[in-house]
């Protein structure tokens, strides 16, 4: 018989564990990259939107209802559905705004009409 059996040396528990190491450290860091990082951003991006909200912007909430704010509380809105038909409803449930309003002010709004009436006067005349 020519074969020798060789017996070789159990690895160091160091060793074991530095091999299991690396690889999960990359498989953390790519979830971190890939799936943690940009979902930190949207929710960033999203609790901007929802705090920059005014008064004549369009809203949707995540049930759906699409609507024009009319007041704005500290947490809650008052959002106009349809003619006339207000309703109250938290912030957090806002999913998107759609369109910016001016969100203009009683007395900008009074110096809009006072311009609406010299034009009126002037064509008239």
Do not use: C, W
Not at 29 to 57: C, S
Not at 82 to 107: D, F, H, N, Q, Y
């Amino acid at each position: 018989m020519t074969g020798f059996a060789y017996a070789q040396a159990a690895q160091d528990t160091f060793g074991m564990l530095n091999s299991l190491l690396i690889p999960t450290m990359l498989i953390i860091g790519i979830m971190y990259f890939l799936m943690i990082r940009p979902q930190q951003k949207r929710l960033k991006e999203h609790q901007a939107m929802v705090a920059a909200i005014r008064r004549g912007d369009t809203i949707v909430t995540s049930g759906g209802i699409i609507g024009k704010v009319a007041k704005v509380e500290d947490q809650e809105l008052q959002v106009e559905i349809a003619e006339g038909v207000k309703i109250k409803i938290l912030r957090s449930t806002v999913s998107e705004v759609r369109g910016k309003g001016e969100g203009a002010t009683p007395s900008a709004k009074a110096k809009d009409k006072d311009k609406d009436k010299e034009k009126d006067k002037a064509a008239s005349e």
